[in-house]
């Protein structure tokens, strides 16, 4: 219904709005980027992207600024929007983690990152035996349990939950701001693996008790045993994803 003359002219739309257009287009182009549709030199041109996607060139523009801020793009006037080489992008950024396990990529990335792991999540382990509060201890030690809880519903997304909120609480029990910043790398790599459907639907007991074993060394001050039995959760998780690539690869 048009509006009567006599109506207040709706308001202008704020600078920068739109931010659901904004996040679609920054994922469908981030996502094609990292997963190869648009290759690595390849230019786009902002006046293509807005017919592309429906939106207006700022929403195009601001989503170019945050892929570029993630190095997976470099804006050249009278050019357009260059695609740059993989080892130019921030590959620990979780939205670029993201992409990259909904991509053609998917296991390599996760056996990459689970190497990584290897790296860092052992030690936070040790240092959070020698450093986790009583809340702490107290919050990991709840997660174990509603991991069994949920693992028995097969309740995949509870399950994930409580197993992102132990892995997030051990980094940062640690006491070392850097390795805590590296939580989001772990929950994007768990969260991967469920909605990717790399994750049984009964999760292996022996993964849960290995987190009890966890929270029970960070509890008792025990850095070695909880620096092995993170190692073990690493492993194992390892050794479920080769399993389920073995499985697809045999249907």
Request: proline content about 6%.
């Amino acid at each position: 219904m048009p509006r009567s003359a006599d109506a207040p002219a709706p308001p202008p739309r704020p600078q920068g709005a739109e931010p659901g257009l904004h996040a679609g287009v920054l994922d469908a182009l981030g996502a094609q980027i990292v997963g190869g549709e648009v290759a690595v030199g390849e230019v786009l041109r902002i006046d293509q992207l807005d017919a592309r996607f429906g939106v207006s060139r700022s929403v195009v523009r601001e989503a170019v600024r945050v892929l570029a801020s993630m190095g997976l793009v470099e804006t050249r006037r009278r050019l357009g929007v260059r695609v740059r080489p993989r080892d130019q992008w921030n590959v620990f950024d979780p939205r670029v983690i993201r992409w990259r396990l909904a991509g053609p990529g998917r296991e390599d990335q996760l056996v990459s990152l689970g190497e990584l792991r290897r790296g860092f999540e052992p030690v936070a382990a040790e240092l959070a035996a020698l450093r986790a509060t009583p809340e702490q201890c107290g919050a990991m030690v709840g997660a174990v349990v509603q991991m069994g809880v949920h693992a028995k519903a097969q309740d995949l997304e509870g399950y994930l939950v409580a197993d992102t909120l132990f892995h997030t609480t051990m980094l940062q029990a640690s006491g070392n701001e850097m390795l805590a910043a590296l939580s989001t790398v772990v929950s994007e790599v768990l969260a991967g693996r469920t909605h990717h459907h790399l994750m049984p639907t009964n999760p292996n007991p022996a993964a849960i008790r290995l987190h009890g074993d966890v929270a029970e060394a960070i509890g008792s001050g025990d850095p070695q045993a909880a620096s092995a039995a993170m190692r073990a959760i690493i492993d194992e998780a390892s050794s479920a994803l080769l399993a389920i690539k073995a499985a697809d690869a045999r249907e």
